[in-house]
């Protein structure tokens, strides 16, 4: 797997879990809840999640995927 198709991956992950911009973050906090959402959804069902939100939702996926790869570069950054 690519570094950039992991990063989009793990951003797909933190789309569809229970963490909200609002909430106090960290680099393990953003882990975890990363891995939570890939084992409980798989990495295509997270895709498959985002992309539901984005048909539905398309004001505030935008604005929520603009955090979560934000998120995702600071909780893994090299």
Known sequence: MTPQLLEHVRAEALF???????????????????MRSVRRHGPRGCAALVAHEFGEHPDTAV??????LGAVRLAYAA
């Not at 604005?63 to 979560?68: A, D, E, H, P, Q």
């Open 16 to 34: 569809v879990s229970d963490v909200q911009s609002s909430d106090p973050m960290s680099p393990e906090h953003i882990r975890t809840a990363v």
């Open 63 to 68: 604005s929520r995927m603009g955090w979560v």
